[in-house]
């Protein structure tokens, strides 16, 4: 047996918009009704999957959208989207989480008070298009500040931030925004749309990566919040985003002394488990690769 460490984040997986989420829907399934989602509930292909065989369907496009039930993500979508289920006159469950929710009104509430609104988000995530729908017609998504100019924006203007984005770039971009603003706006808003749940996960992630030899970070290679999470761990130690225990190369694994584990938002425990219980295999038989 070789002496090793395996240390879990003190914050790690499943978040309580994710559990909340997959509640809901779990308990409309089990009503036997066929559910059709707008895109995968979760980032998560080992959830999804779970749903798919309760019956719980996913379409990636409002227009493809079939059955009488028809469920809205975490993520939320905007109110354009709404418009379009309802028109179908289908059963609407709507899982959006309590804190996009608050972002989406904060965006609905600046757009009405005329400010343009800028967030700081990746445009193409079904939660930012959300709220690109919410903040009216001025709005624009972007994460680099050089990309925005004064001619794009009115002179009073509203800074939010996709709820899983990380503290500390949301701040740098703020102060840049600010700064090149200053000579033409009237007013600059700034609302804090971060998810504490991302926060507390981020930062137990970067404890824990400053006293381990390796990290791994488990979760849907398409989940923002999982992605944040690598990127938090990659500048302090040797790091790997990965979805399943399968993805794990033997050789990270050998001749480290504690290997830090941390999970996206969206990452069930099986899933981490699976992680340990594989690097465990990895030592104590060392001929697995
Ligand atoms: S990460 Fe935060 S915003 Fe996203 S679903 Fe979980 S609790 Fe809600």
Same mark, same amino acid.
């Given at each position: 047996? !070789? ?34 989602? *707008? ?5 998560? $292909? ?12 996913? /379409? ?13 993500? #975490? ?10 289920? =309802?028109?179908?006159?289908?059963? *609407? ?9 608050? %972002? =989406?009104?904060? %965006? +609905?509430?600046?757009?009405? &008070? ?9 445009? #193409? ?16 998504? #972007? ?21 899983? +984005? ?29 998810? =504490?749940?991302? =926060? ?8 824990? &990566? ?18 944040? *999470? /690598? ?13 399943? &225990? ?6 990270? !694994?050998?001749?480290?002394? $504690? ?14 488990? +699976?992680?340990? +219980? ?12």
């Amino acid at each position: 047996m !070789v002496d090793m460490k395996i240390e879990k984040a003190r914050e790690l997986g499943f978040c309580f918009g994710v559990r909340r989420a997959l509640k809901i829907i779990e308990g409309a399934a089990d009503g036997g009704t066929g559910i059709n989602t *707008l895109g995968p509930i979760v980032h998560n $292909k080992t959830v999804v999957a779970r749903l798919k065989s309760l019956g719980v369907g996913v /379409a990636d496009n409002p227009d493809d959208l079939k059955g009488q039930v028809i469920a809205i993500s #975490s993520h939320g979508v905007s109110p354009a989207v709404y418009e379009k289920i =309802q028109a179908k006159g289908a059963r *609407l469950i709507d899982t959006t989480c309590p804190i996009v929710r608050s %972002a =989406q009104k904060a %965006a +609905q509430r600046l757009a009405k &008070a005329g400010f343009g609104v800028i967030i700081f988000g990746e445009a #193409s995530h079904p939660e930012v298009r959300g709220l690109l729908g919410w903040a009216g017609d001025k709005a624009i998504a #972007s994460m680099d500040v050089d990309t925005i100019t004064a001619q794009m924006m009115p002179k009073r203007i509203g800074i939010l931030a996709q709820t899983t +984005q990380s503290r500390g770039e949301f701040a740098t971009f703020v102060n840049r925004l600010t700064e090149k603003f200053l000579p033409y706006a009237q007013e600059i808003r700034v609302i804090n749309t971060l998810c =504490q749940e991302t =926060q507390k996960r981020q930062l137990a992630a970067e404890e824990l &990566a400053e006293t381990s030899g390796l990290m791994f970070v488990i979760g849907g290679h398409n989940s923002a919040n999982t992605r944040r *999470l /690598a990127e938090v761990c990659s500048p302090i130690v040797e790091t790997h985003h990965i979805e399943n &225990a399968d993805e794990i190369d033997a050789q990270w !694994v050998r001749g480290k002394k $504690k290997i830090g584990i941390t999970a996206g938002a969206s990452t069930p425990d099986e899933a981490i488990e +699976q992680v340990i +219980q594989r690097i465990e295999r990895i030592y104590n038989s060392p001929g697995d690769q």
